[in-house]
């Protein structure tokens, strides 16, 4: 598209306020053509009415596979002024795979995961799992992620899948694997993450897969089944974390030895 994707650094160093003083939004990337962004009626309404904006106003355009842009507000549309370089993300892959919590409790999960970098978030159904969602409850999850990206400036935006049985997400795991079990004689997750495995996802990202389970705990059966396909189990400490805390505390451990 000929934009300069190395521009940031230059606006940042000219104007370091800039990241917080412009609104950002989320489009799809087939919003975007020909440096023009194509706003949809909802996003005219939230700049114009919501946000105030007023024709000739920038704001910060992202796609969430990774892209942003400084863009001008122009009637229906909005033209780019730069390809913005965004270096939010940790330099590993990480999948979480929670069983559903009981009530809202997984907005929680997927607003704080995706604030602290996750990339994919797998929820299951377990054994002891009481929530069974509405179809509607995916689209509600995937929007909280991507207000979550927005606000913690993200380049991308972490994928929701549908949820499935803890037994068939196993099967989509990979690379290093981790189970937390709230008891046993464990090691704890901070220690195993010092050995980080070799393996890498597409793009030559160490990628680390993580479960944590519901109120009621995995049952035996469970972590058997994880172990046979290659997770470890391992503690997050000697204190019983609530089924809406262990994916936090998690992520928290691995993007603290991850992030560099
Ligand atoms: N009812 C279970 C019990 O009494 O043993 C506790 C389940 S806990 C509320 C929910 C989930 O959080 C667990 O299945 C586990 O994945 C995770 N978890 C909580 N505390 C943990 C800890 N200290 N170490 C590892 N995982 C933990």
Redesign the pocket.
């Known amino acids: 598209m000929g934009l300069s994707v190395s521009i940031f650094d230059l606006i940042f160093l000219k104007f370091p306020n800039l990241m917080s003083q412009l609104q950002r939004i989320a489009i799809a990337p087939s919003q975007f053509q020909q440096e023009q962004i194509l706003l949809t009626k909802e996003q005219q309404h939230y700049l114009g009415r919501v946000l105030r904006l007023r024709e000739g106003d920038r704001f910060i355009a992202m796609d969430g596979k990774g892209k942003w842009w400084l863009a001008q507000l122009a009637g229906e549309q909005a033209q780019v002024l730069e390809a913005l370089l965004v270096e939010t993300e940790l330099p590993v892959s990480i999948t979480l795979m929670v069983?559903l919590p009981k009530g809202n409790g997984f907005d929680e999960v997927v607003r704080c995961c995706t604030e602290l970098g996750v990339t994919c978030i797998a929820p299951v159904l377990s054994d002891r799992t009481l929530l069974h969602p509405s179809p509607q409850k995916l689209e509600r999850w995937r929007r909280i992620a991507a207000e979550a990206a927005e606000q913690s400036e993200r380049s991308f935006v972490p994928t929701i899948l549908e949820p499935v049985a803890f037994n068939t997400g196993l099967s989509f795991a990979n690379s290093q694997q981790y189970?937390?079990?709230?008891?046993g004689e464990?090691p704890h997750l901070k220690d195993c993450l010092q050995h980080k495995g070799q393996r890498t996802n597409d793009i030559g990202q160490e990628t680390i897969v993580i479960?944590?389970?519901?109120?009621?705990?995995?049952t035996t059966q469970e972590i058997e089944n994880a172990i046979a396909f290659g997770f470890q189990p391992?503690?997050?400490?000697?204190?019983?974390?609530?089924?809406v805390?262990?994916p936090v505390v998690a992520l928290s451990l691995i993007t603290a030895a991850c992030e560099v």
């Not at 479960?211 to 995995?218: D, R």
Request: charged share 20%; glycine share 14%.
């Open positions: 069983a189970i937390c079990v709230a008891r464990f479960a944590t389970g519901p109120e009621g705990g995995w391992v503690s997050l400490g000697r204190r019983i974390l609530r089924a805390t262990a």
